[in-house]
């Protein structure tokens, strides 16, 4: 059974940072691309950041470059999103995603705000 569960949202000021964790279980988790997405109240969902297998492959939205920062453990099944230097258009739940695979988990909440 495939799980996704997400972690480490939170309310922060903006300025600050946060670090999104998203372990993984019922799947090989090493052969699969992973995303990290986010869905703002009244948006659709969209791609913040993805990572290949073994991270040599990573790409950024334009929105979070220089900013946010995507990395894998894949002992641990976990991949991580470190955010930095919030800011309000930032607030969404965040999803991680692995690629080719249907399902989503709860996600996250971030919420930014001073």
């Known amino acids: 059974q495939v799980q996704l569960v997400e972690s480490g949202g939170g309310l922060v000021q903006p300025g600050g940072s946060l670090r999104l964790s998203c372990v993984a279980s019922?799947?090989?988790?090493?052969?699969?691309?992973m995303t990290w997405y986010r869905q703002a109240p009244g948006k659709e969902r969209e791609l913040v950041a993805s990572i290949s297998t073994f991270g040599g492959r990573i790409n950024y939205a334009d929105s979070v470059k220089g900013r946010f920062t995507i990395s894998r453990d894949n002992a641990k099944k976990t991949v991580y999103l470190q955010m930095n230097s919030l800011k309000p258009e930032d607030a969404a739940v965040y999803y991680c995603y692995a690629a080719g695979i249907v399902y989503w988990g709860q996600g996250t909440q971030v919420t930014v705000t001073s």
């Open positions: 019922g799947i090989s988790f090493s052969t699969y691309t």
